[in-house]
């Protein structure tokens, strides 16, 4: 996995291929951008969680949505990640007996 930060120009064209992928828009709050550089590039999960700069990973977002993002997980993911544990445990699946 390439953990190291591209090089200008390499970011320059993952951010083209980005722009191209997603409309040339904010990916969060889908404002479109008048020129590539007002555009940046935001790591969906992560980079303190998955490091790397694959492309699939990233998406282009305005400056505002990266900073409130931050470092969090994006809604959407956390509650994929949410939606398989059951809201309340059945004694049955704590291996009670009821
Ligand atoms: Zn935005």
């Given at each position: 996995m390439n953990r190291?930060?591209?090089?200008?120009?390499?970011?320059?064209r993952i951010k083209a291929r980005l722009l191209?992928?997603?409309g040339s828009r904010c990916f969060?709050?889908?404002?479109?951008?008048?020129a590539p550089a007002d555009?940046?590039?935001d790591h969906y999960?992560?980079?303190v969680m998955w490091p790397g700069w694959?492309?699939?990973?990233?998406?282009?977002?305005c400056l505002d949505c990266n900073?409130?993002?931050g470092d969090l997980l994006p809604w959407p993911l956390v509650w994929l990640l949410?939606?398989?544990?059951?809201a309340t445990p059945s004694p049955a699946g704590l291996g009670v007996a009821a």
């Open positions: 190291h930060r591209p090089g200008s120009n390499a970011r320059r191209k992928r997603h969060y709050c889908r404002t479109p951008f008048a555009a940046t590039l999960v992560p980079y694959k492309t699939f990973n990233l998406v282009p977002c900073q409130d993002k949410l939606a398989p544990a059951p």
